[in-house]
């Protein structure tokens, strides 16, 4: 029976690495059709990737490493808040500069990560 479980599992997980690799391709064909439409760059928003990237890293790693607490509402609702404030002052500077520096996203993601873990231990401590 095990093994028929863990034959599982990797099937569950092949498929869903096939549905995020298709939805990956198609949101970046979505953006090719919609910059030829309007006529915009080639190039891609890699300010916008870069955080993308930064947050799927941040908060992937955080919830990841947070599964005990995974059945806290209240756990779920800092995450919330902090994502919103994460998303919301990103929006705000990227919207604003015309490019990021390639290294900041490499040294961001730490930084916010201890923010993150530092506030979450700050409120959750019971």
């Known amino acids: 029976m095990p093994r028929r479980q863990e034959r599982a599992g990797r099937i569950r997980d092949l ?35 870069g955080f993308a990237g930064m947050t799927a890293i941040v908060f992937g790693n955080t919830i990841r490493g947070s599964r005990p607490l995974w059945g806290r ?17 990103g929006m705000f ?3 604003r500069v015309p490019t990021v520096p390639l290294v900041l996203y ?6 916010e990560y201890v923010i993150l873990a530092a506030y979450l231990d700050f409120f959750l401590r019971a």
């Not at 209240?74 to 998303?87: C, D, E, I």
């Not at 490499?106 to 930084?111: D, S």
Request: glycine residues 12%; charged residues 5%; without cysteine.
């Open 106 to 111: 490499g040294v961001l993601p730490g930084v």
């Open 15 to 49: 498929l869903l690495y096939t549905a995020i690799g298709v939805l990956i391709v198609a949101a970046l064909s979505a953006f090719a059709v919609h910059q030829a439409r309007t006529g915009g760059s080639p190039n891609l928003p890699l300010k916008w990737l």
């Open 73 to 89: 509402q209240r756990f779920w609702l800092l995450v919330g808040l902090f994502f919103a404030m994460h998303s919301g002052l």
């Open 93 to 95: 500077v990227l919207m």
